[in-house]
């Protein structure tokens, strides 16, 4: 699960572009507000899970999937469904 590499774009932007250090809490909870002082007003960035296949094992294992996972039992590609619903979500598709 992409989130934190060396070569993920938010390491990227957040701790080679902005110099701001990635904390546990980050980690945790997969989102910071940056400063205003940055931007001029506060920016949430999320990381988001690799939408890649070979990241499917690392979400299946993730404590956000296995919280809802019942919710895609009877799907042939659960991991693949919560990717599809979880990306709603961020990214503001539906009111789910």
């Given amino acids: 699960m992409s989130g934190f590499g060396k070569t993920n774009a938010f390491k990227l932007f957040y701790v080679d ?3 701001q250090k990635i904390t546990p ?4 909870r997969r989102e910071v507000v940056c400063p205003p002082e940055i931007f001029g007003r506060p920016i949430k960035f999320s ?3 690799s ?4 990241a ?3 979400i299946a294992q993730s404590s956000e ?3 809802v996972k019942e919710r895609y039992a009877s799907s042939a590609t659960p991991v693949r469904d ?4 979880y990306y ?3 990214f503001c598709l539906d009111a789910k």
């Fill in 25 to 28: 809490e980050i980690r945790a």
């Fill in 56 to 58: 499917n094992v690392a």
């Fill in 47 to 49: 990381i988001l899970y």
């Fill in 17 to 19: 572009v902005l110099r």
């Fill in 65 to 67: 999937y296995r919280a």
């Fill in 51 to 54: 939408p890649s296949g070979a």
């Fill in 88 to 90: 709603r979500r961020k």
């Fill in 82 to 85: 919560f990717k599809i619903d």
